[in-house]
């Protein structure tokens, strides 16, 4: 080759992670599965599980309070500024062992800028790979740049925060009888009240299968209250 090529990296993604030992995994549990008790969950193909309706930061609990405030001071950490919060999106996930839908396609979690997820509940894996989070590179590109997902198995108290655009799925497990309980975190950042700084309206996504007419059909806003039960 007659030219002088130089190459280098640009733009690399950052995952962050870490136990939050001070969020209380128990009581998470106990208001997971108190929302399955009663009904509040959402099942089907594609999902990481079975879903919790509704808005989860929404629940009145002590345990709640925490993990949202946890998750934001991650995100706080991996923007390295102070963040202003303007819309919180967050669910449920009970994945269950032998599950094949708990492999969930690839996907993001557009329209938000920061995503996470904390596992309060996590079983005990047998085999490498079993219930990994897979992040996958985000260029979708073929030859040279194409790079295999990445694994990241969690334990009890894990919490993790990336870019909402990378796209990621589940892996499946097997060998235990445990239940894995994940709790899917998304915020949208931007200026503080008051600031002259300006930015474009946040594009709105339509919920597959529902109607643009109905408000609660779009993210980021929530869904309409739930009476949620808890314990």
């Given at each position: 080759m007659p030219y002088q090529v130089r190459t280098f990296p640009a733009y690399p993604t950052p995952v962050h992670f870490t136990v939050a030992h001070d969020v209380d995994s128990a009581a998470l549990t106990r208001i997971?599965?108190?929302?399955?008790?009663s009904g509040h969950m959402?099942?089907?193909?594609?999902?990481?599980?079975?879903?919790?309706l509704g808005e989860f930061s929404a629940i009145p609990h002590p345990a709640v309070h925490k993990l949202i405030h946890a998750f934001l001071e991650l995100v706080a950490f991996a923007a390295a500024e102070p963040i202003h919060v303007l819309s919180i999106r967050s669910w449920a996930n009970i994945s269950r062992p032998d599950d094949e839908k708990v492999n969930s396609h690839p996907h993001n979690?557009?329209?938000?800028?920061?995503?996470?997820?904390?596992?309060?509940?996590?079983?005990?894996?047998?085999?490498?790979?079993?219930?990994?989070?897979?992040?996958?590179?985000?260029?979708?590109?073929?030859?040279?740049?194409?790079?295999?997902?990445?694994?990241?198995?969690?334990?009890?108290?894990?919490?993790?925060?990336?870019?909402?655009?990378?796209?990621?799925?589940?892996?499946?497990?097997?060998?235990?009888?445990?239940?894995?309980?994940?709790?899917?975190?998304?915020a949208i950042i931007g200026p503080a009240p008051g600031s002259t700084f300006t930015l474009p309206p946040h594009r709105v996504r339509i919920r597959s299968g529902a109607s643009p007419a109905d408000p609660a059909s779009q993210e980021p806003n929530p869904n309409a209250p739930v009476e949620y039960p808890y314990r």
């Open positions: 997971v599965y108190a929302l399955r008790d959402l099942k089907g193909e594609g999902s990481a599980g079975d879903q919790t979690h557009h329209p938000y800028h920061w995503s996470g997820v904390f596992y309060p509940k996590v079983p005990s894996f047998t085999g490498p790979g079993h219930g990994q989070l897979l992040l996958l590179d985000p260029r979708e590109m073929f030859g040279r740049y194409a790079e295999p997902p990445l694994g990241l198995t969690p334990e009890t108290g894990t919490l993790v925060v990336f870019p909402s655009w990378l796209k990621h799925n589940v892996a499946n497990f097997y060998g235990t009888r445990e239940d894995r309980l994940s709790i899917s975190l998304n």
